[in-house]
């Protein structure tokens, strides 16, 4: 069975930073994509970052680059989202997501609440 | 970005059949996609390229569309169908969303 278990949200300062972690389990973790996407109170779904499989390639929407940095340990079947110089716009619930056929999102972990507030 | 618009909200009774829309701004070739999200819980995979069902989900629900326009309907509708449904397409650069479309059973 696929597990994807994120930790490390919590309250942060405006300008701060804040690291998540997701440990992967039930599938061979260091041959797919990894992602992370997030979704504000109420609001909808938003792609946040995506690495590839050796962790060598990694992409970003314009709302995050030089802020955000996903990497991965294949050893630890961990994917990891560093987030720095926080804003209120960043607070949401973080999920992190495999890649599946098509293209998907195929499975979801249960999502890490992160809280931008001073 | 490629915008994806859906209805916001739809009421249907138990043992209706029901169509969610989503337009595409621009083609999206058949990678197309529809997620289930119940109060509280994760995104969960639906559909995937515009009509493949995924695995251990119902055949009550179906997708279908190319191009722009896509559909996905259930049929017939059960009360444990409560939730909002986004689609997502992975054609274009970045992937994105749509606004999703909250599912009420009256």
């Known amino acids: 069975e696929v597990q994807l278990v994120e930790t490390g949200g919590g309250l942060v300062q405006p300008g701060r930073s804040l690291k998540l972690s997701c440990v992967a389990s039930g599938f061979t973790f260091s041959s797919y994509w990894m992602y992370w996407i997030r979704q504000a109170p109420g609001k909808g779904l938003e792609w946040v970052s995506s690495?590839?499989?050796?962790?060598?390639?990694?992409y970003y929407p314009d709302s995050v680059k030089g802020r955000f940095t996903i990497s991965r340990d294949n050893a630890e079947n961990t994917v990891y989202l560093q987030m720095n110089s926080l804003r209120s716009e960043d607070t949401a619930t973080y999920y992190c997501?495999?890649?599946?056929?098509?293209?998907?999102?195929?499975?979801w972990g249960q999502g890490v609440m992160v809280t931008v507030s001073s | 970005d490629t915008v994806l618009t859906q209805s916001p909200a739809l009421a249907v009774s138990p043992g209706e059949r029901v169509s969610i829309s989503c337009r595409a701004s621009e083609g999206v070739n058949s990678y197309m996609h529809w997620y289930q999200q119940k109060p509280g819980q994760q995104p969960k995979l639906l559909i995937y390229k515009a009509s493949n069902l995924a695995s251990g989900v119902p055949a009550r629900f179906s997708g279908s569309g190319s191009g722009t326009d896509f559909t996905l309907t259930i049929d017939p509708v059960e009360a444990d169908d409560t939730a909002t449904y986004f689609c997502q397409q992975s054609w274009n650069d970045p992937p994105t969303f749509g606004g999703g479309t909250k599912l009420e059973l009256k």
């Open positions: 997501a495999k890649h599946g056929l098509g293209a998907t999102f195929d499975y």
């Open positions: 690495i590839n499989t050796d962790g060598g390639s990694t």
